[in-house]
């Protein structure tokens, strides 16, 4: 072949493909926008709506890790989907709490049996587990922060009910991170500020409306929070007097998230009773009242933190978690058995 | 002399060897459990429960199971297993007191289910457990036993003439039942019953609402069968032991372990009474109900006299239905039990 014909050739060729590369590459830029706003919506339209109507928490929780990255890998080709970030943060904060919770049994049991260096080294297990949940959970805080405005100060215009429930959830979520940093020994950093924050943002909701819409969780977040965060009561309010209307609320509903909120700060404050109390009221009212449909994920995400509550309980006294259909129960219970007559037993003997 | 020595330590180590065989017999004991499924049954997975709380018992049990209770039974007679898990109706020719708990109607509710197994797990009445080698060492409930027919039409004794009703094979007092309200009994087993409704064999059984999915009886319930929602008798699962081959005392823990498990066993049976499709409960009339309870009571008066029942246990299930209801007939009777 000629050389000249060659390097001719090369170059036309070079050309084509470069042309072709740089087209493709425009193009693809907009398929890609077209793709991520295309999964944002169906992420928020219908995936999430289904997920919350789900019954299984370890498939939300597998699913809200899977999905996160591909769905915010979308945030680099068009709007970041920071409102659905919220909720894939909360079931992805819940599997890390989860995890971390299950190395807390481990380190209860060790320490029981003395086992101290087994102990230890759950304990340093359960504390990586808290950062990694404290670490999504405050993610999911400020994809609330960039969605909607920091909370704590004027309340946001909410657009639609899906907006409310992420403000109440991202609220809840920057709670949450401060309270297991605390647990992880501050590995991450998150600033406590974001605890009376929560208490505000919730005070945007905390109307009759708001309670019955959200099933008592503003008033129960707010209640909650009185009980933790020195100083910010108002004036003559019984935070545990609130959480036992919001409880009742959530109760009603059939999405008793307020029960566990109240189990979380009564055990907090070392109120055994209250903790007891909780969760047989909660035992009784699952077996009446069933979940709300739309909303049952909800309901199931907080039944699990209550029995983590009873778990543990048990654990510490018994060395096994709930027995099965034992929760609502305490190993101590004296039961109610009727007292025998005495001339039956005689007429047998 | 050097003989004699020999002699002497030959059998010492005779003695010795003897006493390491029977220390370990005596530590590891053969729990054969009867379970219709296998070891994915829900009679063998409570019993894997059952054998950890053992441990603390001072037993160490070695678990086997059974899908035909009859050979369970046997093997515990023939020593081979040193305790078993059956029902009462099997349980009965090892403690006939403790057998009498599945005898016709003497149970009416579960409320009277409840009161009866707490007085048997009570220790002041752990001799009545022991029968010679045998004691029941728990009792738990296994449900209300119903008649389940194919013809729901079927709503009176006098209608129960010339069907067919399959009867236990071992438990001679169901085909003497059937026999006295003119049905004509087929032998079966509890393995083969529920197949004999389904495939038309027989019109009539008596099972408890487990067997309803177990058994897939609502095939042999068809479109037109009934369930009658009248207990014929309360059915139960036992602990027998042959006492001489575990650590004292453990009979008595047993027993007020099994009896702790109560609301567990009430729960699945609960559960299962829930699945069975509600049109197919057949309600009987109130004054049909007080008919049927003196005819049950008469029957076991008989089956009393003729060697079945255990006259004890009757007197005491008869108080114990008259302290709940002072105002029922059987109270104030002539020939009560």
């Known amino acids: ?349 | 002399m050097k003989k004699l020595l020999k002699t002497v330590a030959g059998s010492l180590t005779a003695t010795t060897l003897a006493f390491s065989i029977s220390a370990e017999a005596a530590g590891k004991q053969t729990f054969c459990i009867w379970d219709i499924v296998g070891k994915n049954g829900p009679v063998y997975t409570q019993m894997e429960d059952y054998r950890l709380e053992a441990t603390k018992w001072g037993a160490d049990l070695e678990m086997k199971v059974y899908t035909d209770e009859k050979i369970a039974a046997e093997d515990f007679k023939a020593g081979i297993c040193d305790a078993v898990g059956i029902t009462g109706l099997r349980g009965r020719s090892f403690n006939a007191f403790t057998g009498t708990l599945d005898s016709i109607g003497a149970i009416p509710t579960d409320d009277h289910m409840k009161t009866v197994l707490q007085y048997m797990a009570d220790p002041k009445l752990a001799k009545l457990m022991i029968n010679g080698e045998y004691e029941v060492a728990g009792i738990g409930p296994a449900g209300a036993a119903y008649l389940f027919t194919k013809d729901r039409t079927i709503d009176t004794v006098a209608e129960l003439a010339g069907k067919k009703m399959a009867v236990l094979d071992f438990d001679k007092t169901q085909a003497i039942m059937a026999e006295s309200v003119g049905m004509a009994p087929v032998t079966a087993s509890i393995t083969n019953f529920g197949s004999m409704f389904n495939n038309g064999s027989v019109d009539i059984i008596g099972a408890p609402a487990v067997a309803y999915d177990a058994l897939e009886l609502y095939k042999g319930l068809g479109e037109n069968g009934a369930i009658v929602n009248f207990a014929l008798i309360q059915l139960t699962v036992q602990v027998i032991i042959r006492h001489d081959r575990f650590p004292a005392g453990y009979g008595q823990k047993s027993r007020e372990f099994v009896w702790s498990q109560y609301d567990r066993f009430m729960e699945y049976i609960n559960s299962s009474t829930k699945n069975i499709k509600p049109t197919y409960w057949l309600e009987l009339p109130e004054k049909d109900k007080i008919g049927y309870m003196e005819m049950f009571r008469q029957s076991r008066i008989k089956l009393r006299n003729d060697g079945y029942y255990d006259g004890k246990m009757l007197s005491f299930l008869s108080k114990v239905r008259c302290q709940k209801d002072a105002a029922l007939a059987e109270c104030t009777a002539k020939d009560r039990e």
């Open chain 1, 1 to 349: 072949m000629d050389f000249r014909l060659s390097r001719a050739l090369a170059r036309g060729l070079a050309t084509v493909v470069t042309a072709t590369t740089l087209a493709l590459t425009g193009c693809s830029t907009a398929i890609y926008k077209v793709t991520g706003d295309t999964m944002n919506n169906i992420g928020q339209d219908v995936m999430l709506p289904y997920l919350l109507t789900t019954d299984d928490t370890y498939i939300a929780c597998a699913s809200g890790e899977a999905l996160t990255p591909l769905l915010l890998s979308f945030s680099t080709v068009t709007t970041p989907p920071d409102e659905l970030a919220v909720l894939m943060s909360m079931v992805g904060g819940a599997c890390a709490t989860n995890r971390a919770f299950d190395h807390e049994l481990q380190f209860i049991r060790h320490s029981r049996d003395k086992n101290i260096t087994a102990a230890q080294d759950e304990r340093i297990q359960s504390k990586r587990w808290h950062a990694i949940a404290a670490s999504r959970q405050y993610s999911g805080y400020q994809s609330l922060v960039r969605a909607l405005g920091e909370p704590g100060g004027e309340c946001p215009m909410f657009d639609s009910e899906f907006q409310q429930l992420i403000w109440l959830m991202g609220a809840g979520l920057g709670l949450q991170s401060a309270m297991s940093d605390v647990q992880s020994n501050m590995q991450v950093g998150v600033p406590f500020s974001v605890a009376p924050k929560a208490e505000r943002a919730a005070a945007c909701l905390d109307t009759a409306e708001g309670n019955k819409r959200w099933w008592g969780l503003p008033k129960a977040i707010r209640a909650a929070l009185w009980t933790i965060v020195p100083g910010i009561t108002p004036k003559g309010m019984d935070p545990w007097a609130e959480l036992d209307k919001a409880r009742q609320i959530g109760m009603n509903e059939g999405v008793r998230f307020a029960s566990a909120l109240d189990a979380l700060v009564a055990n907090n404050a070392s109120n055994n009773e209250r903790v007891r109390k909780v969760l047989r009221e909660h035992a009784n009212s699952v077996k009446s009242t069933a979940a709300n449909k739309e909303y049952r994920l909800v309901d199931l995400l907080a039944a699990d933190q209550l029995l983590q509550i009873s778990d543990r309980m048990w654990m510490q006294n018994t060395g096994t978690r709930t027995p099965i259909g034992a929760y609502g129960t305490f190993w101590d219970d004296k039961k109610e058995e009727k007292k025998l007559d005495q001339n039956l037993i005689d007429d047998l003997l």
